[in-house]
């Protein structure tokens, strides 16, 4: 049986490309999704064997997409395609559970290269980020300083959403969105939005 695979960008027509290639390629793209908590909800309904996940998506992002896929599509293998070359970004995928990064700038080979490693139980990197994987593994590598549902509750402020609009998608109440907030901006000693704008840029996030 071919393969399923979810395909998770929010650009349209990035979607339709890699579909129309991973069809020519023999798979199955079963879902497609324009953002991360979309591909969270397709990945638990339909279980693909491979999630294929861009890295600035709105609402949540791939690295944390990948993270709540697991939890809720336990077999799901997630495959981050991104531009984003640079190590905090291919390292912070994997501590989240990627299994494969592989950069847009690549062909179409280097895709199917990694679906098919990955598939197969083994981790992938494009060949240009071969010197970051000692740092993917290593334990020296510092740690984000902030939990998971943190980075949730960052993004979408950083997105320009309120409060309200927060506890909302996280299915919260105001009080606990508040306070993921608040405590945000202490533990990073920021005191203004467009601070924490700023460090969810610098963290990769979302986009200027």
């Given at each position: 049986?071919?393969l399923?695979?979810l395909?998770a960008?929010?650009?349209?027509?990035?979607?339709q490309?890699?579909?129309?290639l991973?069809?020519?390629?023999?798979?199955s793209?079963?879902?497609e999704?324009?953002?991360?908590?979309?591909?969270?909800?397709?990945?638990?309904?339909?279980?693909?064997?491979i999630?294929?996940?861009?890295l600035?998506m709105?609402?949540?992002?791939?690295v944390?997409?990948?993270?709540?896929i697991?939890?809720?599509?336990?077999?799901?293998?997630?495959i981050?395609l991104?531009?984003?070359?640079?190590?905090?970004?291919?390292?912070?995928?994997?501590?989240a559970?990627?299994?494969?990064y592989v950069?847009k700038?690549?062909g179409?080979s280097?895709l199917?290269e990694?679906?098919?490693?990955v598939?197969?139980?083994?981790?992938?990197?494009?060949?240009?980020?071969?010197?970051?994987?000692?740092?993917?593994?290593?334990?020296?590598?510092?740690?984000?300083?902030l939990?998971p549902?943190?980075?949730?509750?960052?993004?979408l402020?950083?997105?320009?959403?309120?409060?309200?609009?927060?506890?909302t998608?996280l299915g919260?109440?105001?009080?606990t969105a508040?306070?993921h907030?608040?405590?945000?901006?202490?533990?990073?000693?920021?005191?203004e939005?467009?601070g924490?704008?700023?460090?969810a840029?610098?963290?990769?996030?979302?986009?200027?």
């Amino acid at each position: 049986m071919a393969l399923k695979i979810l395909l998770a960008d929010d650009h349209a027509i990035v979607r339709q490309g890699v579909k129309q290639l991973l069809t020519r390629e023999g798979y199955s793209v079963v879902g497609e999704a324009a953002d991360g908590r979309e591909a969270v909800r397709l990945a638990q309904e339909l279980s693909p064997d491979i999630a294929v996940l861009d890295l600035g998506m709105p609402l949540l992002n791939g690295v944390d997409a990948a993270r709540q896929i697991l939890k809720v599509s336990p077999s799901t293998k997630p495959i981050v395609l991104t531009f984003k070359k640079e190590a905090p970004y291919v390292v912070e995928a994997f501590r989240a559970g990627a299994r494969g990064y592989v950069l847009k700038t690549h062909g179409a080979s280097d895709l199917f290269e990694a679906i098919r490693k990955v598939s197969c139980g083994e981790a992938y990197v494009s060949p240009d980020l071969t010197e970051i994987v000692p740092q993917i593994w290593s334990k020296n590598t510092a740690e984000n300083p902030l939990t998971p549902r943190e980075r949730e509750v960052l993004q979408l402020v950083a997105e320009g959403k309120t409060t309200k609009e927060v506890a909302t998608l996280l299915g919260i109440s105001f009080n606990t969105a508040e306070s993921h907030r608040n405590r945000i901006m202490k533990r990073l000693n920021i005191h203004e939005t467009a601070g924490l704008v700023r460090y969810a840029i610098r963290l990769g996030l979302t986009s200027p």
